[in-house]
């Protein structure tokens, strides 16, 4: 059972666009949110995480916005750039439990010279 | 500054074959991890340890073993490899404090055929 599910699957976006790549979560005791970057033949980097206290962090081009109620969180990418052609993954943990991640399926971001 | 480093980073197997992959930390990082990355599933925690001489069951356990005999270094082994477990495994470690701390290795891919 996917406990965090992840859309879309793959998002294609033109340079100076918006990108945005959503997550549900099912378990409510998880407290840490994350979003990671994935380049090719590399592994994942944290890229920016929210805790449940806040509904939005932002941090240069990139902001989550974070719906506790309905069990939702989202990354968006204002400005996006070629570089930042990668594939995103958001995931979920509980502090309490040794920090496992549970993660998204994963979301290939193009973005278009 | 390494990180965390896999090895090997790739290799092929033959179906019942037996391998082991050898995952290593200089951060003085407590617990550690093993991750296996397929298309469209995101990653999925295979084992983890929360310290030296400690070793628990991920989400994905079956066919997998591992050890940590030392803190620094995080094993996982295929005692008969089956096509199924064809994936791009990732090592990763964290501090105590929490799930912002956690490093991923480079990834080993491995092919069973």
């Known amino acids: 059972q996917q406990q965090v599910k992840q859309s879309p699957q793959s998002l294609i976006v033109q340079k100076g666009g918006i990108s945005i790549i959503n997550c549900a979560y099912e378990n409510t005791a998880f407290d840490y949110f994350p979003w990671y970057q994935q380049f090719p033949g590399k592994g994942p980097a944290l890229l920016i995480a929210?805790?449940?206290?806040?509904s939005e962090k932002k941090e240069g081009r990139f902001t989550i916005s974070f719906n506790k109620s309905a069990k939702q969180f989202s990354l968006h990418i204002m400005d996006s750039q070629p570089g930042d052609s990668a594939t995103y993954f958001c995931?979920?943990?509980?502090?309490?439990?040794?920090?496992?991640?549970?993660f998204g399926e994963g979301t290939q971001l193009t973005v278009n010279p | 500054n390494a990180g965390v480093t896999q090895t090997p980073k790739f290799r092929v197997l033959k179906t019942g074959q037996s391998m082991t992959l050898l995952c290593a930390q200089d951060?003085?990082?407590?617990?550690m991890y093993w991750y296996r990355q397929d298309p469209g599933m995101g990653l999925r925690l295979i084992h983890y340890s929360v310290g030296e001489g400690t070793t628990a069951k991920g989400e994905v356990p079956d066919g997998y073993n591992v050890s940590r005999l030392k803190k620094q270094n995080f094993l996982l082994g295929l005692e008969s490899a089956a096509p199924s477990q064809t994936s791009v495994y990732f090592c990763?470690?964290?501090?105590?404090?929490?799930?912002?701390?956690?490093?991923f290795g480079e990834g080993s891919w491995l092919t069973v055929v």
């Open positions: 995931a979920a943990s509980k502090e309490t439990s040794g920090s496992r991640l549970t």
């Open positions: 929210i805790r449940p206290d806040v």
């Open positions: 990763a470690s964290s501090s105590w404090t929490g799930a912002n701390t956690i490093y």
């Open positions: 951060m003085n990082h407590e617990y």
